[in-house]
């Protein structure tokens, strides 16, 4: 069976025990979401969060690696700001057709109290050029630490310049980062064999502390889109 079924079965499963969770008196869901729920779902969260850094730096130097000529890494990198520039929209399209048929929260009631909008930090980062500042870490162990992901790029990036340049001279760091970039990738692997599991979890808490609550809202809301969507089209 391949992952993505054994996924959506732990999804599917994690439903039904939720339902069931909160069908029964609170202090049998509060026991099972405190010992097992919640244990399982965080630790699942925070394997993936352990290798998001690491499989991002490595990943990177490899690429700039591959590349070879420096020149190459130019008209790649063009070609990489004009594909995301293009998805960027095509997904913003998409959010706002899908907005427009399902309409989501046009019957919930959202309390907003104790929430606070920082205007200054707003504007700060809509700066352009604050942000083409703050890519440049001037702490590449601080970026790490704090999982920076834009300056970890551009950091990791420089070292696979500077491993190009530097050809035969930098042979221990490729091997380094080429045995790095396997054993993330290998933990990667081993990680995404407990996601039905953790996507077991996590749903089987979030319902059951919820129940048919967070079931019912979505239908008629999936309904009344659909019924007004039919309208539309005839």
Same mark, same amino acid.
């Given at each position: 069976?391949? @992952?993505?079924? &054994?996924?959506?079965?732990? /999804?599917?499963?994690?439903?039904? %025990?939720?339902?069931?969770?909160?069908?029964?008196?609170?202090?049998?869901?509060?026991? $099972?979401?405190?010992?097992?729920?919640?244990?399982?779902?965080?630790?699942?969260?925070?394997?993936?969060?352990? /290798?998001? %850094?690491?499989? %991002?730096?490595?990943?990177?130097?490899?690429?700039?690696?591959?590349?070879?000529?420096? &020149? @190459?890494?130019?008209?790649?990198?063009?070609?990489?700001?004009?594909?995301?520039?293009?998805?960027?929209?095509?997904?913003?399209? /998409?959010?706002?057709?899908? $907005?427009?048929?399902?309409?989501?929260? @046009?019957?919930?009631?959202?309390?907003?109290?104790?929430?606070?909008?920082?205007?200054?930090?707003?504007?700060?980062?809509?700066?352009?050029?604050?942000?083409?500042?703050?890519?440049?870490?001037?702490?590449?162990?601080?970026?790490?630490? @704090?999982?920076?992901?834009?300056?970890?790029?551009?950091?990791?990036? /420089?070292?696979?310049? $500077?491993?190009?340049?530097?050809?035969?001279?930098?042979?221990?760091?490729?091997?380094?980062?080429?045995?790095?970039?396997?054993?993330?990738?290998?933990?990667?692997?081993?990680?995404?064999?407990?996601?039905?599991?953790?996507?077991?979890?996590?749903? $089987?808490?979030?319902?059951?502390?919820?129940?048919?609550?967070? %079931?019912?809202?979505?239908?008629?809301?999936?309904?009344?889109?659909?019924?007004?969507?039919?309208?539309?089209?005839?």
């Amino acid at each position: 069976m391949s @992952e993505t079924k &054994k996924i959506m079965i732990g /999804l599917l499963l994690g439903v039904a %025990v939720g339902l069931g969770l909160a069908a029964l008196p609170g202090n049998i869901y509060d026991m $099972a979401n405190t010992y097992i729920l919640s244990p399982v779902g965080t630790i699942f969260l925070n394997l993936i969060k352990m /290798l998001v %850094v690491p499989i %991002v730096f490595f990943s990177i130097i490899l690429g700039v690696m591959g590349l070879g000529d420096p &020149k @190459e890494l130019g008209r790649v990198g063009t070609k990489s700001i004009l594909f995301f520039l293009t998805t960027t929209a095509i997904a913003i399209v /998409l959010a706002m057709g899908v $907005a427009y048929i399902f309409q989501p929260g @046009e019957r919930g009631d959202f309390p907003t109290t104790g929430l606070e909008f920082d205007a200054s930090g707003s504007e700060e980062s809509s700066d352009i050029v604050s942000t083409f500042v703050n890519m440049i870490p001037t702490n590449p162990v601080q970026a790490l630490a @704090e999982g920076n992901m834009l300056q970890i790029i551009v950091f990791a990036a /420089l070292i696979g310049f $500077a491993m190009i340049a530097l050809g035969e001279k930098a042979r221990t760091w490729r091997r380094f980062v080429k045995q790095g970039d396997r054993i993330m990738m290998y933990l990667i692997h081993l990680v995404m064999k407990l996601a039905p599991y953790g996507a077991f979890a996590l749903i $089987a808490s979030a319902i059951g502390g919820i129940g048919l609550a967070a %079931v019912q809202p979505w239908h008629g809301t999936c309904l009344r889109s659909c019924l007004h969507w039919r309208c539309i089209q005839f």
